[in-house]
């Protein structure tokens, strides 16, 4: 599990228009332009290495980052190195601040460029059928990164219809990777590091500030629910691999600022005064705790890929 990915989790188009075929992998045709060069970054992330593994040798085709941020799109320059086989990608947002960002930072990478690009970056929400987030598009891979945990707060209960939607634009044989993190837990089980309950307390303090505050929380849903509702559209589950989290004092500092961000929005002083202090007393316990945890970190639930295809 890399800190990248811990962090994310905790927190908390397309050029290439589908011509209406649906086309298998061995149809997928190489690029024929020379693409753009693409910013060499360092890039390390156990889940994405790992997506790689699985893929193998199998062409990334068309690509469909269904959930982007920073982190995923940075993971896709890294595929568009010469001799790629992705020979398209598209990345959805449903955040005009995110799809800015995004942007930039696509166009600092030099993956979109006036010359022509393979890519795109789009704004749009999957449950809005007015729009029609990526009409008539067929992808060959889609990644789902930390999409359904941040759901709730764009299209709230949504998550049951989220795959049927994505899999309208999966070619047959195409295959899905779903990276999640199993929910944070109310209590600590019996197998865990006792002192990682302060993990669970920092959650549902957050929590609190977040609701206080005005927003939505992001919900997230376990690895087995992933599983049946990748069933449920008709998906076939080829892997589940779990990625224990390592939680550091400045990961978990980090979700404290989250409640911390929220307290000049609370309906009054007194309640936003006792939670500043309650979020202190946490930074404290957290710092005790690390200090004297293995490596200074604190072992508590998994992240987890859930690799699946559409049997063509
Ligand atoms: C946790 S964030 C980003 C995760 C990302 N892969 C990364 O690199 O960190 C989740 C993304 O999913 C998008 N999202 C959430 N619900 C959505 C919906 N209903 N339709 C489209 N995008 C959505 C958000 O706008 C955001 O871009």
């Known amino acids: 599990m890399t800190i990248a990915a811990a962090t994310t989790a905790f927190c908390l188009s397309g050029l290439f228009l589908c011509n209406g075929l649906r086309l298998n992998f061995s149809s997928i045709a190489r690029p024929t332009m020379a693409l753009t060069p693409i910013k060499k970054i360092a890039f390390s992330d156990t889940l994405f290495e790992h997506i790689e593994e699985i893929q193998g040798d199998r062409p990334w085709g068309r690509l469909l ?30 955040d005009e601040g995110m799809r800015k960002s995004v942007q930039s930072e696509a166009r600092g990478l030099g993956m979109l460029s006036d010359e022509g690009s393979i890519g795109t970056v789009l704004i749009g929400n999957w449950q809005d059928e007015m729009t029609v987030l990526c009409e008539d598009e067929l992808f060959d891979t889609i990644i789902v990164d930390y999409l359904v945990g941040s759901i709730d707060g764009f299209a709230p209960y949504y998550q049951d219809l989220i795959f049927p939607r994505i899999v309208r634009h999966l070619s047959p044989g195409g295959r899905i990777y779903v990276v999640g993190l199993q929910p944070i ?7 865990d590091d006792p002192k990682a309950q302060l993990v669970c307390e920092v959650r549902k303090v957050r929590d609190a500030c977040i609701l206080l505050g005005g927003h939505r929380c992001y919900r997230e849903f376990p690895a087995d629910w992933i599983n049946r509702h990748l069933a449920r ?77 559409l049997v063509a």
Do not use: C
């Open 65 to 94: 980052d269904a959930g982007t941020g920073l982190h995923s799109l940075r993971w896709i320059s890294t595929l568009l190195h010469e001799g790629s086989t992705v020979t398209s990608w598209s990345a959805v947002t449903a």
């Open 185 to 191: 837990p109310d209590k600590v089980g019996n197998g």
């Open 233 to 309: 559209a008709e998906l076939e589950v080829i892997e589940t691999k779990k990625f224990p989290i390592l939680y550091s004092h400045s990961a978990i500092v980090r979700q404290i600022n989250v409640g911390r961000s929220k307290l000049s929005l609370f309906p009054n002083k007194e309640l936003a005064e006792s939670m500043r202090i309650t979020l202190d007393k946490l930074e404290t316990e957290s710092k005790e705790a690390t200090a004297s945890a293995e490596r200074g970190r604190l072992k508590l639930g998994f992240d987890y890929i859930v690799a699946a295809e």
